[in-house]
């Protein structure tokens, strides 16, 4: 199993940014594809951005395709989520999911992701 933990949310001024962390605590973490979700109030969660096993493959949601990066460092068991540009519409708690599923392809459904952490609030204000 896997252990994650997100910090680093918090209140924001539209067009501003934070930058979200996830530490993993457990098995090897290198071994597992990572992503970042989301769910506003009122709102059912959603994908927003997924990584491979090595970091060489991403992929995002198109809602914030060229506003987001997601990144990680296995020597350190971080995942990180660079989030500029942000909008009043990007308010939601974040969360970070790691798959059992092969680590070298990227995952969007939240099913196929075992290992959840608690959350993390992002509030944009306009």
């Known amino acids: 199993q896997v252990q994650l933990v997100e910090s680093g949310g918090g209140l924001v001024q539209a067009g501003g940014s934070l930058r979200l962390s996830c530490a993993a605590s457990?098995?090897?973490?290198?071994?597992?594809?990572m992503g970042w979700f989301r769910q506003g109030p009122g709102k059912e969660r959603e994908f927003v951005a997924a990584?491979?096993?090595?970091?060489?493959?991403?992929y995002y949601a198109d809602s914030v395709k060229g506003r987001f990066t997601i990144s990680r460092d296995n020597a350190k068991n971080t995942v990180l989520l660079q989030m500029n540009g942000l909008k009043p519409e990007d308010t939601a708690v974040y969360y970070c999911?790691?798959?059992?599923?092969?680590?070298?392809?990227?995952?969007?459904?939240?099913?196929?992701?075992?290992?959840w952490g608690q959350g993390t609030q992002v509030t944009v204000s306009s």
């Open positions: 990584i491979s096993w090595t970091g060489s493959s991403t």
């Open positions: 999911a790691a798959s059992d599923l092969s680590g070298r392809w990227l995952y969007t459904r939240d099913h196929q992701y075992d290992y």
């Open positions: 457990g098995r090897s973490f290198s071994n597992y594809a």
